[in-house]
Every structure is written in C-alpha cells, then in structure tokens.
C-alpha cells in the first residue's frame, strides 16, 4: 500500500530546488528597513532635541541664527515654553528677548517674508513665531520690535502677529507691575493698523486697541463698528466693552442676535459655521459682562437677546447667559440696596 502511495507522487508535488538569495532580495529584505528606521530615529531625535533647547536659551539663539528651513520650529518650541509653568525665567530674560528682536529685525531686512512662494512662506511663519516669542516676555524691551513690525503693513501677516502679540505682552507687563516704554508710539502702531487694507489685520488692530487703549483708541474702535468685515466690528464692540464704553452695546446686541446654524453630522462645513457663532456669542456674553462690571448696565436691546439664549441649543451658550444673567441680578440687587 505504501509503495503504491509512493508511486502517484508526481514531480510536480515535489519541492523546487533551494537556490541562493539574489543581491536585490537581500536589499529589500534588511537595507530598505533599515532605511525607513534610521529615518524615524532621525526625526525623533531632531524633535527631542528641539524640545531640549528649552533649558538652553542660548541653544534657541544659535538655532534661530542658522539659515535653514526648521527654524520655525524652534521659535514655536521657545514660544511655548515661555507659556509653559517653567517660563518664568524666560520672561524675565531681556538679554534673550534682544536676540530674538535681532534675529527678527535680520530676517525682515533680507527680504524674504515679501518673498512669493515656500521661500516667502517659510519667512513670514518664522517673523509670525518670532512676533509671538516676543508677545511672550514680560520685560519693556520687547515692545519696540513689535512695533516696528506693526508699521509694515507691507507685510500684513507679519504685522497681524506683532499686533496680536503686543496685547499678550500689555497683559504679561502689567500683571509685573510694567508698562510699555512708549505707550503713545504703540497705540499710534495700532491705530495705523486699524486703517490697513487687511480685513484680518484690522481686525487684530480692534482687539489690541482694547486691551491697549490710549489716546484715540476709544474713538477709532467706534469707527471700526461700523467696518465691512464683521471679525473687525465684533472686535470693536468687544474692544469698547473693554474700555467701559456703552457704544458697544448696539454691537453686542447684534452679535448676541446671531441665529444658530444645525449642523447634521458629518456636514463639517456647518458645524464650523455653528462653532464659529457659538464662539461669537460668549465671547458677546464676556464683553456685556465686562460692562456690568463697569457698571454700565445693558439696556433692552441687550436684554431680550439675552434671555432667548436661556434655550439656546448649544451648552456652552446656555452656560455663559446664565452666569451673565445671575451677574446682572447681583450687581442690579447691589444698586438697589445702596439707594
């Protein structure tokens, strides 16, 4: 029986003959991963190495000083750490706040943010994180490169970063006890900002104004109201709010107004569109609670969009009207008393 089994065993069910490797098996086999390895440690390395550079000020220095496309990297890495809960020292540091205005001040100066393409790209993102290092500190002398980039509105995208970065660094100052060196140039900054042809420039000018302040300040932000854009008349209203100025009200009471817009799921351009007016209205609801505060009550074209938010859809909304709501009736209970 076993012989017969022996003999149906054909050629074709044997095994084929074991040849060597060829050269380009053993290349895909071990040199390619190898490869693809080698690349991922690099990488790895080059972000640990950069997220290192944080206890080096002067590591961040000679990396911002070097003329290759990561640098941006390393200025986003030294902005967030001077945010970050070990920043402190870093804020303090003016010695490196003049490197960075060098650095900035270098890199305008060769031309490259006017630059079209990834050239240009990659410059005007290395000024904007530069512009946002700055913003950072809490010492004076950051506030003259910022405001040298505010002045060239040749260059919008980077002046939009000095000016948002000139209302973080006003916050960082006068939480030290500081104030600008020139708080006149900086709201003259501003104010030529506020007129450029640049809706999102404009509308950083409007925000910063209010933070700010200053001489004209006020009376440009009740221009700005009434701006084509809407982000810039939303910033003036919540920039007048800031400065305690009733004017903002007519405003207000139109951004509280916005109708929800449903949103089905998946339909990312309309939940974008809900988010962005939900973040319209609290952010509303913030600058009427900045006016009670003041003591500039909301009048009745405030207060009936306000109540309709009690149902409004979205949590967050409905969360912020109600703690504006029992803030009203406080300072409201308050007055009462004190007659």
Known sequence: MAESTRRTVSQDDSLPPVEPPSAAFLVQLFLVPAIIVAIIVAVWLAFHWLAQLGNDPEGYVRTLRRANEGRWQAALNLANDLRGPGGATLKADTTLAGDLAGILADEVASGRPKLGGHAGEQS??????????????????AAAPLVARVRDTGDPETARAAVEALAVLDTNLTSSGRAFPDAAAVTDALLTASRSDDAGLRSAAAFTLGVVGGAGADERLEQLVGDAADDVRYNAAIGLARQGREAAYPMLAEMLALPDAAAEPGDEAAQSQRYRRALIVVNALKAVGLLVDAGVMPPESVAQPL???????????????????????RVSAAADQSR
């Open 307 to 329: 109540a309709r938010l009690d149902d409004d859809p979205v949590g967050d909304v409905r969360a912020a009207a109600s703690a504006l709501a029992k803030k009203i009736e």
């Open 124 to 141: 005007r993102t290395l000024c904007g994180y530069l512009c946002r290092a700055l913003g950072e500190f809490a010492v004076p002398e």
